[in-house]
């Protein structure tokens, strides 16, 4: 019965066998490099297109530029808070460690893209709309977002017990990724109720090419970097909980070695 | 019904027994209201203005400032563990203790919210809308962050974690329920925020209390 369920050698092995963080932690070694290698070639392509090439706006002159780093850094840190809960979705249904781990690894990118944007943005308002924040819609759930991420971090940080600290916290990722559409329409209602005509950018005018072409590349380049970046932080969840197992006392005697 | 009205008659005898802590909440929220017009000058008209968003907020601090007693001393107890060893249903006996706490804590800011609106000078009519817009409003307040409280359940520095895991969650709670008031005012009608509040209020019974079983097994495992 039981050597129905071993591996063939000529059977295809499933991926899912990465779900073992012991099998997972040579594969992401392996990756980190590539995509970081791609997120540097992709930045600086992206900021090359974006300060060289781009031409400049018409309405905003060169303060637009900021976009390159602005938008895709917006589009991250929206998008790292669903893998995230995705990740913590499996994680509860499934029971897989690794799941819990790639959500850990993935919070504290998605609050640095969170503060980028909106670091970014403050850059770009004074100059644009005169003043550095202004309650906009987009603006006031960015911060919230990044409140969540915060409070992510902080109840994982708080909870020594792993399984609890785990579980705690891919709850808490689903409670705010059920908020967040929620908080978002909320505060566009509560915006446009209080303000008024805002400053709008969807109506913004049509974009020039090669700015759409230098936000992609920099989007990708946010992408590869987020990738590289996760891969790496989750090793060393990894080896920080598995430090009792033999193949990290094994790895780590490798990495002495070789150093 | 038999476990929910035991936990709750249980729970709502606890807290007659301890009435000062439950007074210190009530006298919390009156002193922060009455900490605004400190802050900004006693300027009348600034402070109708401000009085729906200063009730709420204050509502919501008093509300998060409560939380830690929901779960704490059942858990320091035990009492919480043997519950959760019970063949009831979890959520059928979490949502009992959020309805007593609710009564405990979130009631009595709801009945003293329009006396303190005399203070800040709040139109006459406009009061019945506040009362509606806490009572719909607080009961979530109460539901979400019992899901904050499970969470941090026994932790160090648990109350500041809990605001900063909760108080984002209570952002959309704090538009319409403020936002109630002030369209009134306004001269809009409140029904669509307090229609969306009695929605969020369906919602948040519906699923918070499973959420909060979830994390009170977390906690407890």
Same mark, same amino acid.
């Given at each position: 019965?039981?050597?129905?369920?071993?591996?063939?050698?000529?059977?295809?092995?499933?991926?899912?066998?990465?779900?073992?963080?012991?099998?997972?932690?040579?594969?992401?070694?392996?990756?980190?490099?590539?995509?970081?290698?791609?997120?540097?070639?992709?930045?600086?392509?992206?900021?090359?297109?974006?300060? *060289?090439?781009?031409?400049?706006?018409?309405?905003?002159?060169?303060?637009?530029?900021?976009?390159?780093? @602005?938008?895709?850094?917006?589009?991250?840190?929206?998008?790292?808070?669903?893998?995230?809960?995705?990740?913590?979705?499996?994680?509860?249904?499934?029971?897989?460690?690794?799941?819990?781990?790639?959500?850990?690894?993935?919070?504290?990118?998605?609050?640095?893209?969170?503060?980028?944007?909106?670091?970014?943005?403050?850059?770009?308002?004074?100059?644009?709309?005169?003043?550095?924040?202004?309650?906009?819609?987009?603006?006031?759930?960015?911060?919230?977002?990044?409140?969540?991420?915060?409070?992510?971090?902080?109840?994982?940080?708080? /909870?020594?017990?792993?399984?609890?600290?785990?579980?705690?916290?891919?709850?808490?990722?689903?409670?705010?990724?059920?908020?967040?559409? /929620?908080?978002?329409?909320?505060?566009?209602?509560?915006?446009?109720?209080?303000?008024?005509?805002?400053?709008?950018?969807?109506?913004?005018?049509?974009?020039?090419?090669?700015?759409?072409?230098?936000?992609?590349?920099?989007?990708?380049?946010?992408?590869?970097?987020?990738?590289?970046?996760?891969?790496?932080?989750?090793?060393?969840?990894?080896?920080?909980?598995?430090? @009792?197992?033999?193949?990290?006392?094994?790895?780590?005697?490798?990495?002495?070695?070789?150093? | 019904?038999?476990?929910?009205?035991?936990?709750?008659?249980?729970?709502?005898?606890?807290?007659?027994?301890?009435?000062?802590?439950? +007074?210190?909440? +009530?006298?919390?929220?009156?002193?922060?209201?009455?900490?605004?017009? *400190?802050?900004?000058?006693?300027?009348?008209?600034?402070?109708?203005?401000?009085?729906?968003?200063?009730?709420?907020?204050?509502?919501?601090?008093?509300?998060?400032?409560?939380?830690?007693?929901?779960?704490?001393?059942? @858990?320091?107890?035990?009492?919480?563990?043997?519950?959760?060893?019970?063949?009831?249903?979890?959520?059928?006996?979490?949502?009992?203790?959020?309805?007593? @706490?609710? /009564?405990?804590?979130?009631?009595?800011?709801?009945?003293?919210?329009?006396?303190?609106?005399?203070?800040?000078?709040?139109?006459?009519?406009?009061?019945?809308?506040?009362? +509606?817009?806490?009572?719909?409003?607080?009961? /979530?307040?109460?539901?979400?962050?019992?899901?904050?409280?499970?969470?941090?359940?026994?932790?160090?520095?648990?109350?500041?974690?809990?605001?900063?895991?909760?108080?984002?969650?209570?952002?959309?709670?704090?538009?319409?329920?403020?936002?109630?008031?002030?369209?009134?005012?306004?001269?809009?009608?409140?029904?669509?925020? +307090?229609?969306?509040?009695?929605?969020?209020?369906?919602?948040?019974?519906?699923?918070?209390?499973?959420?909060?079983?979830?994390?009170?097994?977390?906690?407890?495992?």
């Amino acid at each position: 019965m039981m050597t129905d369920k071993l591996p063939r050698p000529n059977q295809p092995k499933s991926l899912l066998r990465f779900s073992a963080p012991q099998l997972f932690y040579p594969l992401a070694g392996r990756l980190a490099p590539w995509f970081a290698s791609a997120a540097v070639v992709l930045a600086a392509v992206g900021l090359y297109i974006g300060f *060289f090439v781009a031409p400049t706006d018409f309405q905003q002159g060169e303060v637009y530029r900021v976009i390159f780093i @602005h938008v895709p850094a917006a589009w991250m840190s929206m998008f790292v808070y669903l893998v995230m809960a995705f990740w913590a979705a499996v994680g509860l249904v499934m029971n897989t460690r690794m799941s819990f781990m790639m959500a850990k690894a993935l919070a504290p990118t998605g609050a640095m893209f969170c503060f980028v944007a909106l670091w970014t943005g403050a850059l770009w308002g004074k100059p644009t709309w005169g003043a550095y924040w202004v309650w906009d819609a987009r603006l006031t759930s960015q911060l919230l977002l990044m409140f969540l991420y915060l409070g992510f971090m902080a109840l994982t940080a708080a /909870i020594e017990d792993p399984r609890r600290s785990d579980r705690a916290g891919a709850l808490i990722a689903l409670v705010g990724a059920v908020n967040v559409p /929620i908080i978002y329409f909320s505060v566009k209602w509560w915006n446009t109720l209080h303000q008024g005509a805002s400053v709008s950018l969807t109506n913004a005018p049509t974009m020039a090419s090669t700015m759409l072409a230098g936000m992609l590349v920099m989007a990708f380049a946010a992408w590869a970097y987020t990738i590289a970046v996760t891969l790496w932080r989750v090793r060393s969840l990894i080896l920080e909980r598995e430090r @009792h197992t033999e193949w990290v006392g094994h790895e780590l005697d490798l990495q002495e070695g070789r150093a | 019904m038999g476990p929910f009205l035991a936990v709750m008659r249980r729970d709502l005898m606890l807290a007659w027994r301890g009435r000062t802590d439950v +007074l210190v909440t +009530l006298a919390f929220f009156v002193i922060v209201v009455c900490l605004f017009p *400190f802050g900004v000058g006693p300027e009348t008209n600034q402070l109708r203005e401000i009085a729906p968003g200063v009730l709420w907020v204050a509502a919501l601090l008093s509300t998060l400032l409560s939380l830690n007693r929901l779960f704490a001393q059942d @858990h320091a107890d035990g009492t919480l563990e043997q519950l959760l060893l019970s063949p009831e249903p979890t959520a059928l006996w979490v949502a009992a203790k959020v309805l007593a @706490h609710w /009564i405990v804590t979130g009631l009595p800011l709801v009945i003293v919210a329009p006396g303190l609106a005399l203070l800040f000078d709040l139109q006459q009519d406009a009061l019945g809308v506040l009362v +509606l817009s806490l009572a719909l409003g607080s009961p /979530i307040l109460a539901l979400l962050g019992a899901v904050g409280a499970a969470l941090t359940l026994g932790l160090r520095g648990g109350g500041v974690l809990l605001a900063l895991l909760i108080l984002p969650l209570y952002v959309p709670v704090l538009i319409f329920g403020a936002g109630a008031v002030d369209a009134y005012l306004g001269g809009t009608g409140a029904d669509a925020q +307090l229609l969306l509040l009695g929605g969020g209020l369906l919602g948040a019974l519906a699923g918070a209390p499973f959420a909060c079983a979830a994390a009170l097994r977390i906690a407890i495992e």
